[in-house]
């Protein structure tokens, strides 16, 4: 698959990071139709949904299971 960037979002040898069994933050590089994005995991990039979040580019958000579940808001 390739994004609209052109960019190939990759997987780790083990699987996807942003599809284990724990949340991780990660961080939206672009967005793509039907609530979807493509996210850095800091190990490559991934695609993910977006649907239940309100993300932007450079949001970072909680996956788990391929799903971002919350918006990481920035700490003081």
Known sequence: ?????GDSPSC????????????VVVTVVELLPDGLAVVDTG????????ALVDA????SVLVHAGE?????EDQP
């Open 68 to 72: 971002a579940i919350a918006v990481i």
């Open 12 to 23: 780790v040898a083990n699987g996807c990071i942003t599809c284990g069994d724990t949340a």
């Open 1 to 5: 698959m390739t994004t609209e960037s």
């Open 43 to 50: 190990a490559g990039r991934e695609e993910i949904s977006v």
């Open 56 to 59: 932007v580019v450079g949001t």
